[in-house]
């Protein structure tokens, strides 16, 4: 099946800064990839929409100005994690879609804010 | 996109088939129901899916009733590796791979 991969796996960040989770599609296009978020014992939230070369597209209550997504090719979606605070802590897991509509996911990234 | 509902949690001996239900009864005619399971601290991995025939392949089977109002994983010959969160999801072909995940239920396979 195809390959998506995120990067970081996991990062630990202080309070305050931003942090850059990547999300690539290794081995087809994706011009639409979907950011999920994750916390411990709840199933997955969608929080956005990327789009190839236009803006993304937030589910409600998710802060566009907070977690910045970047669709800038057809192989790489970035969300950053702006002035992350310790309720930004959690399991990110993006999707993207191929041609035939398949969702493939990343193997998420884990952050933790201290 | 329909609702599905799904028992919480499950248990499953080791090489036992694994049953796993799925309520989906306000489908509609154009959504097909997927199968994704997420094996802790991975990202979610697709199973199966179905329109109204049963579909079979290397992983599992999906069984869907004729008025399409439920459905069953089954999962023949279950192993250790098989505990994870199985989530069911309704969903138009032509959504995009749009998934919105319920709570899905929590499959322990016991030695």
């Known amino acids: 099946g195809a390959v998506v991969s995120q990067h970081p796996s996991w990062v630990i960040c202080k309070s305050g800064t931003s942090v850059k989770i990547e999300c690539r599609s290794l081995d087809f296009q994706a011009t639409t990839m979907f950011w999920y978020r994750q916390f411990p014992k709840q199933s997955l939230m969608l929080m956005a929409t990327s789009n190839e070369g236009s803006k993304a597209t937030y589910e409600q209550g998710v802060e566009k100005d907070k977690f910045l997504i970047n669709h800038a090719s057809l192989t790489l979606s970035t969300l950053t994690v702006t002035s992350a605070h310790p309720e930004d802590s959690s399991f990110y897991i993006c999707?993207?879609?191929?041609?035939?509509?398949?969702?493939?996911f990343g193997q998420g990234t884990r952050l933790t804010v201290v | 996109d329909a609702k599905t509902t799904q028992p919480p949690s499950m248990d499953c001996a080791e090489g036992r088939a694994a049953n796993l239900p799925c309520n989906h009864s306000?489908?509609?005619?154009?959504?097909?129901v997927y199968w994704y399971r997420q094996i802790h601290s991975q990202g979610p991995q697709y199973i199966i899916h179905g329109l109204k025939n049963n579909e079979t392949n290397e992983m599992a089977s999906l069984i869907i009733t004729e008025d399409r109002k439920s459905s069953t994983l089954i999962l023949p010959h279950a192993t250790l590796r098989d505990t994870a969160v199985y989530y069911c999801?309704?969903?138009?072909?032509?959504?995009?791979?749009?998934?919105?995940f319920g709570q899905g239920t929590e499959l322990s396979v016991k030695p």
């Open positions: 306000t489908i509609s005619g154009n959504e097909y």
């Open positions: 999707s993207a879609i191929s041609a035939t509509a398949e969702a493939f």
């Open positions: 999801i309704a969903l138009p072909y032509n959504q995009g791979g749009k998934l919105i």
